[in-house]
């Protein structure tokens, strides 16, 4: 699968020591990295793929201070998807009314019909990327519907109810945020956990240092703000177990097209 990385902070932190850390897991996920530091309004984006270790400009941008409130960060092993630029994490784009949102994802869709229709209209052919389309595009339905912006609780109540349904059979790890608020959901088992210090929460894949992670409750999504933890959501109970089985299936579709 893939690792994921994200900071949401108080204050502009520097991360590099825990990038650093994150990216020396590249060996075993080779197919691309990634790096989005994200303001209020934007998100400054940077990616290659290429696997991060071998990556002369990677090695070149920790040198420097790496400093943001929000931050997302991935490294790619490829299920879904070749090996190239476009398939690559983070994913960014602006909904209908022009907030931008900036995703990193974890994981395998292996049925949720929904999703089928972005084959056609998405720049790569990741599932992640559909997954990021179809967020984007129930938001825009929400928000027609209701003739402006939602507030804060009607996004998150949005997204419950659409991670809820789509973690059924799925492994869905994922990471989102619109420049304010960090969206943080798993429903796989000790595959994400969390640091908190010095005002700020940290998420990673695995623990990236010797200090006290903890394992992110699955099954529920979670809201962090300014790294602090602000809406939990419903414990939907969709648990993905790891199965082989079902990659070496996912395999085959693939093969075959």
Known sequence: MCMLFGLSAR?????????????????EHPHGWGLAVIGRDNAAIEKE????????????????????????????????????????????????????????????????????????????DTDSERI?????????????QKGGELSFDERFDLFDQIISDM?????LNLLLTDGRDLY???NCKDTLYYLE??????????????????PVPFTTLLAY????????????????????EHLKFLYQIFADL
């Open 11 to 27: 204050e502009k932190t520097v991360t590099n020591e825990y990038l650093r850390a994150f990216y020396s897991h590249s060996n």
């Open 132 to 144: 990021f389309l179809y967020l984007l595009d129930k938001l825009g339905d929400a928000q027609e």
């Open 167 to 171: 973690a059924k059979g799925n492994k």
């Open 49 to 124: 793929s290429v696997e991060a270790s071998k990556s002369n400009y990677l090695k070149e941008r920790l040198s420097e201070p790496i400093e943001s409130r929000l931050l997302l960060a991935h490294i790619r092993y490829a299920t879904v998807g070749n090996v190239e630029y476009r398939n690559c994490h983070p994913f960014t784009g602006k909904d209908s009314l022009g907030r931008r949102w900036t995703q990193v994802h974890n994981g395998t869709i292996f049925d949720y019909p929904a999703l089928l229709k972005y084959f056609k209209v998405q720049n790569g």
């Open 225 to 244: 703000r300014d790294g602090k933890l602000v809406r939990t959501g419903t414990d939907h109970g969709n648990e993905y177990i790891e199965d082989p």
């Open 197 to 214: 210090k010095d005002g700020c929460v940290i998420f990673a894949t695995v623990p990236l240092t010797d200090e006290k992670w903890q």
């Open 184 to 186: 943080v959901h798993t």
